[in-house]
């Protein structure tokens, strides 16, 4: 759907890889731009994970892109940038703010050329503010944000998600913007700037607790270690006699019949949320006599909500998760089969494919700068000159 949009990504790390990987993924023609020594996500994986010398963390969110190495603090290398931004439909960076200003890439400079250019920053928090300069990372804005204290039982210490969920969201609003920018486009023939950050995607997570807190509702955090404040019990994660079971939004009539026990009959709907301590503690002792598979089969009987709780071993084998393909195998050159997350929508029935396995190091400067049109001496050239590199 994106086929003939040209996206030039000065991205890195995780949020700004990830989002140029949906553009890619829709058919846009991705160019990563990488110093000479390569994006950061090349030399790093959190576990120390490489398979056959290539970053996990680097193939997970860079499939369907194409690398250039540019020195950008090379005068002939920026020169040749414009060149190519003057041709471009998007331009996606997550610099610190400021950085691309000072090398002359800056909006309110390409848009003089290229007034159709839809401009998208990512930052940490924002363009501007007290807080421009920060260190934007994922475990770090779950903490600024409220996230982190929001989760875990009640006495215990704050609680960071166990994955980068807020660099996952950004990116995800990132692409969003670019999207409706884009779409804007076709009406007004004008590009825009495009600003997504993780301080207020971390809060838009958050939209429905957050909500309620500015409203004036204030939870604590159970003792049963629910994950909500906010939500009347039994809601959160229960231990059975041989592992776990979450339980949500049901009432405690239902309770009554499902875990044959009378005392629930006594709490009436509107005191569910008042005395949801009560109620999370009878059902906490209740699920700890039988196993996952007995109160599964008597959940589903009743149609209770509910789900056991699983590791990524289960979740790999899942049936809907291999229903949906949602794992996307990729034959890379260097690292053989390597499983990661496929796209996650479809369209018209059919999931966007592989066009492109995660780059090499300046794998196709060459072409990008024939595309540009210099001849094969003028690429030798400048390569030569220590502006580009390029893989030999």
């Known amino acids: 759907m994106l086929s003939g949009t ?63 190495v540019v020195d950008l603090k090379a005068d002939e290398g920026r020169r040749v940038l414009r060149r190519l931004l003057d041709g471009a439909d998007v331009l996606i960076e997550s610099f610190r703010p400021g950085v691309m200003d000072r090398l002359g890439l800056g909006y309110e400079e390409l848009r003089t050329t290229n007034p159709r250019l839809v401009y998208c920053s990512l930052s940490g928090y924002g363009s501007d503010g007290p ?32 994955a980068s969920v807020v660099d996952a969201h950004g990116a ?45 509702f204030r939870g604590e955090r159970s003792p049963s270690g629910v994950s909500s404040r906010f939500y009347r019990a039994p809601y959160g994660v229960f231990a059975t006699a041989d ?30 949320y008042a005395r949801r301590e009560e109620v999370n503690e009878r059902v906490a002792a209740l699920l700890a006599e039988r196993p996952t598979a007995y109160w599964i089969e ?59 396995v995660p780059p090499a190091l300046g794998e196709h400067t060459r072409e990008v700068l024939g595309e540009l049109g210099y001849s094969p001496a003028a690429v030798d050239a400048l390569v030569a000159g220590g502006a580009f590199g390029a893989r030999s």
């Open 6 to 68: 040209r996206v030039v990504s000065f991205t890195h790390f995780l949020q700004g890889p990830s989002a140029t990987q949906v553009l890619g993924d829709l058919g846009a023609d991705v160019i990563k731009i990488e110093p000479p020594q390569g994006a950061f996500e090349r030399g790093w994986s959190g576990p120390d994970a490489f398979v056959g010398g290539v970053s996990v963390f680097f193939l997970l969110a860079n499939r369907n892109a194409r690398s250039m």
């Open 243 to 272: 592992g776990h079971l979450t339980i949500s939004l049901t009432g405690t009539d239902v309770l009554a019949k499902v875990l044959d026990e009378p005392w629930f009959t006594g709490v009436a709907p509107a005191d569910e």
């Open 172 to 216: 995800a609003l990132g692409a969003l913007g670019i999207l409706a920018a884009l779409h804007g486009r076709e009406r007004t023939g004008e590009g825009t700037r495009v600003e997504s950050n993780l301080l207020s995607a971390a809060l838009d997570l958050q939209v429905e607790p957050f909500s309620y807190h500015l409203n004036g």
């Open 298 to 356: 008597r959940f589903t009987e009743f149609r209770v909500w509910h789900a056991p709780v699983h590791d990524f071993d289960d979740v790999a084998t899942d049936p809907q998760v291999r229903h949906n393909e949602t794992i996307l195998t990729i034959p890379h050159p260097q690292a053989g089969d390597v499983r990661v997350p496929a796209h996650p929508i479809r369209y018209g029935g059919e999931r966007p494919g592989l066009r492109r």
């Open 131 to 162: 807080y421009r300069d920060r260190p934007g990372q994922d475990v770090l804005v779950q903490s600024l944000s409220g996230l982190a204290a929001a989760t875990g039982a009640e006495g215990g210490p704050p609680t960071p998600v166990g």
